[in-house]
Every structure is written in structure tokens, then in C-alpha cells.
């Protein structure tokens, strides 16, 4: 294990990651800010109806996830090699994918907002507001997905500062807005959605000036190149190869998004409140899981430029220390919830039912941060080294022999003893936290009996 002795490596991982942490938890507090603008509002149904039409739209997000995986590995190993040319082919070929497919979506919003919402469920009121929400937000797709992309590259060159100031800035004006368009204007879930739409794409242009600012030269050099660069770009080979790492993170990440998919669906089906609560929840889940994901991310770049560098040494050190900061930083998230879990819920909403429903969960998100910290890591790790494959693989013995499986379990015991709303948002709950154990324990067992050995082969 890594000492703290090894200042060097540990300064350079904290100061990675800490810019990340501190602009990632801005995207979740977004998020509990969109949720307690909405959760002041009189009913249960417009924070039901917001979530389930965020949820309609950032399904797509997440799903694509990989655009921003695979952008972070391939930028980080071309900034190990020092090759400028590869990174920014990594840059564009991204933004050119990202583009086509949230134009795609656009033009197909009528179904896919239609099947969503069919597929969803909830009451009339809940139904009608998540048609008003996500019909407003499936414009900004071209420009989230865009964002994901500009993201990855960033964090890829070790540019953390970068991302920070860019997340801050956005964030700051969808809060802004968030509250002239509720308050001010009483445009109520549109307001919410109008928001984080001009938000997505005041993040995007702010995000390519900076890559331009920062790399003007080497971009004015590429594009004068005009059709040879473009050629570079589509080369099939390249394409190929970036395809099929895409292919194996886009598994996972749809293994994860039926999870997340499922925990909103079947908490529709037990009620407004319950949904309105678990709306609350999953914010405080994606706090911990932004910022978590803020040691992952600087590990990513680590790992990957480790790899480009060829220095295994350097690697294996990097992981034990992300290790142990992982560790601790889970600690802190379980710590604040268990101390001030009740007082954050009364922040976010004044409706009874609502907070009544929230509190019996709130354990869940004491066990969270330090059950699931290990599998956030490792994804950080593997995504450095662009070990797609072994993620893919994790993510689908977790969802499918664990997390199903243990939610039917669950839910049969409870109900058994009380079928309630409540019992039946537990199980939800407690299989989403073996599912995320699960991941874990398979991504550390292949990190120690296949990466290491090999490694230590390749030494």
C-alpha cells in the first residue's frame, strides 16, 4: 500500500481531484436545488412530474456516459504519450458523435418522449408535468451530450481547474434562472426545465472557448489542415476501435441506467409521495456519487497517463493512494448524512408526507458512500486504462444476479410482514445497495488477479 510519505503522488491526486469534487458536487446541488424550487411548490405531483421528466431526458445522458469515459482515457494516454494531434482528434471525433446523436433525438422526440412516459407510469398529474418538463429539455440534448465530451477531454489533460470554473459558472446560471422563471415568473416545472436548458448550452460554448483559449495554436494548425484532419476523424480503423470501446461502456452504462430506471418506475407505481421522496433521495445519492467521483476522475487521468507513459510502477501507486482517499472522503458523506440527513431534508421540502416518507430512507444514504466508494474507484481506474471490457462485465453480473434478484427477494420478505409503500421502497433501496457492493468486489477482484499479474509480467 501506498504511505503518506509518497507526498508527490498524493499532492498531485488531491490536486486532480480536488477541484473535481468541489465542481461536481455542484451538478447534484443543482439538482437538490431544481428539486427544493419545485418541492415548495403546493403538490407532490409537480416534483413527481419533474423527476420522472428529468429522468426521461437524462436517461439519455447517462446512457450516453460513455462519450465522456472514453473521452477521459484516450485524451489522458495521448497527454502521457505528449501527442497533441491524437488528443485533439480524440476531442472532435467525440464532439462529432455527441452532436449526431442529440440531433437524433430531437427529431425523434415525439415517440421517445411518448414510449418514456407510457413505459414510466404515475398518476394523470405526475404524467402531464413530465410531458411539460421533458418536452423542454430534449432540445438541450445536442448540448449536454456535447458537454460530456468537452468534460472527459478536459479532465483527461488534468485541466481540473478548467472543469471546476466551467461546472460553477453553469450552474450558477440555472440556479439564477431556476429562480426568476419559478418565482418571478411562476412558469413552475417549464421554468425549471427552461433553465437547465440554457444552462446546457451556456456550459457548452463556455467549454469550447476554453479549449480554444488554451489550445489555439494547435487547433488553428489541425483546422487549416480542413479535409485531411476530417479524414483523420472518420478514418475506419479509428472509428472501429473507437466503437467498439464505446460498445462496452455503453453496456454498462445501460445496466446501470435500468437500476436507476427501475428504482424511479417502481417507486411511481407505489405512489406521488413515495416518488417525491425518492426524487430527494436520488439527489443525495448523486451528491455522494459526484463526489466520489471526484477522486475517480483525477485517478482516471493518473491511471491513463501512467499507461501512456508505459510506468506500471506509477500506476499501481496511483490506485493505492485513490484507495485510501476514497476511504476517507466516503467516510466524511456517511458522517454528514447520519448527523445532518433530517435537517438537509427540511431544506429541500415543507410537505409533510413527503419528508415523513424521506427520513425512514435515510439510512440508506449513511451505508451508501462507504459500501459504494470502492466500485466508483475502480471504474476510475479502468477507465484509465480503457479496460472497458471488465466494467462491461461487472456491471452486468451486478445488475443481473445481484441487483434483481436481491430487490424480489426483499420485496417478497417485507411484504410478507406489511405491505406498505414504505417496505416496498426499502427493498428498492437495499438491493441497490448490493448492487453496488457487487460492482465492487467483482472490479477489485479482476484489478488484483488480472492487472497486476499482468503487470507484474510485463515488468
Excluded at 405531483?45 to 420522472?52: D, E, H, K, N, R
Excluded at 439564477?176 to 419559478?182: A, K, N, P, S, T
Excluded at 489541425?222 to 461502456?249: A, M, P, Q, T, V
Excluded at 414504505?422 to 477489485?444: D, S, V
Amino acid at each position: 500500500m501506498a504511505k503518506f510519505s509518497d507526498l508527490d503522488q498524493h499532492k498531485q491526486l488531491l490536486l486532480l481531484a480536488l477541484p473535481m469534487i468541489f465542481s461536481n458536487i455542484t451538478v447534484p446541488l443543482l439538482g437538490l436545488v431544481d428539486t427544493a424550487v419545485i418541492g415548495h411548490l403546493p403538490h407532490a405531483y409537480f416534483l413527481g412530474g419533474s423527476t420522472i421528466g428529468a429522468m426521461v431526458i437524462t436517461s439519455i445522458t447517462w446512457l450516453c456516459g460513455f462519450l465522456r469515459m472514453s473521452t477521459t482515457g484516450l485524451s489522458a494516454q495521448a497527454f502521457g504519450l505528449n501527442n497533441i494531434n491524437k488528443n485533439l482528434q480524440v476531442l472532435f471525433r467525440g464532439l462529432i458523435i455527441a452532436f449526431a446523436v442529440g440531433l437524433l433525438f430531437v427529431f425523434l422526440q415525439s415517440p421517445f418522449i411518448n414510449l418514456a412516459l407510457e413505459l414510466a407510469g404515475g398518476s394523470e398529474q405526475v404524467q402531464f408535468y413530465a410531458r411539460q418538463y421533458s418536452e423542454i429539455r430534449v432540445w438541450g440534448l445536442p448540448a449536454s451530450l456535447g458537454n460530456l465530451v468537452i468534460l472527459g477531454w478536459l479532465i483527461g489533460n488534468h485541466q481540473t481547474k478548467s472543469v471546476m470554473w466551467l461546472l460553477i459558472i453553469t450552474n450558477i446560471i440555472n440556479v439564477v434562472l431556476d429562480i426568476v422563471f419559478v418565482f418571478g415568473f411562476n412558469w413552475q416545472v417549464q421554468g425549471v426545465a427552461l433553465a437547465t436548458l440554457i444552462a446546457e448550452y451556456s456550459a457548452m460554448l463556455l467549454g469550447l472557448s476554453i479549449v480554444y483559449t488554451r489550445y489555439k495554436s494547435a487547433l488553428n494548425g489541425l483546422l487549416s489542415e480542413g479535409s485531411i484532419f476530417l479524414s483523420s476523424l472518420i478514418e475506419r480503423s479509428s472509428l472501429l476501435s473507437y466503437f467498439k470501446l464505446n460498445r462496452d461502456i455503453l453496456i454498462r452504462t445501460l445496466c446501470l441506467e435500468i437500476c436507476f430506471i427501475f428504482i424511479t418506475v417502481q417507486g411511481a407505481r407505489l405512489g406521488d409521495d413515495v416518488v417525491a421522496a425518492n426524487a430527494i433521495l436520488m439527489n443525495f445519492l448523486l451528491l455522494i456519487s459526484f463526489g466520489l467521483d471526484g477522486v475517480a476522475n483525477a485517478t482516471e487521468a493518473m491511471v491513463g497517463k501512467a499507461q501512456g507513459e508505459r510506468d506500471n510502477s506509477k500506476l499501481r501507486n496511483t490506485v493505492h493512494i485513490a484507495l485510501l482517499w476514497t476511504a476517507i472522503f466516503a467516510m466524511i458523506y456517511s458522517l454528514m448524512f447520519a448527523l445532518a440527513g433530517e435537517y438537509l431534508l427540511s431544506l429541500i421540502s415543507d410537505i409533510p408526507s413527503v419528508i415523513h416518507f424521506a427520513k425512514e430512507y435515510l439510512i440508506w444514504m449513511v451505508l451508501l458512500p462507504v459500501v459504494a466508494c470502492w466500485c466508483y474507484l475502480f471504474d476510475g481506474v479502468y477507465i484509465g486504462l480503457m479496460q472497458a471490457k471488465a466494467m462491461r462485465n461487472s456491471m452486468i453480473i451486478a445488475t443481473f444476479t445481484c441487483f434483481f434478484p436481491l430487490w424480489w427477494i426483499l420485496n417478497n420478505i417485507l411484504s410478507a410482514a406489511d405491505s406498505t409503500a414504505a417496505n416496498g421502497n426499502h427493498a428498492l433501496w437495499g438491493a441497490f445497495l448490493g448492487f453496488m457492493l457487487a460492482r465492487g468486489i467483482t472490479l477489485a477482484w479482476h484489478y488484483k488477479t488480472k492487472i497486476l499479474v499482468l503487470n507484474a509480467i510485463s515488468n
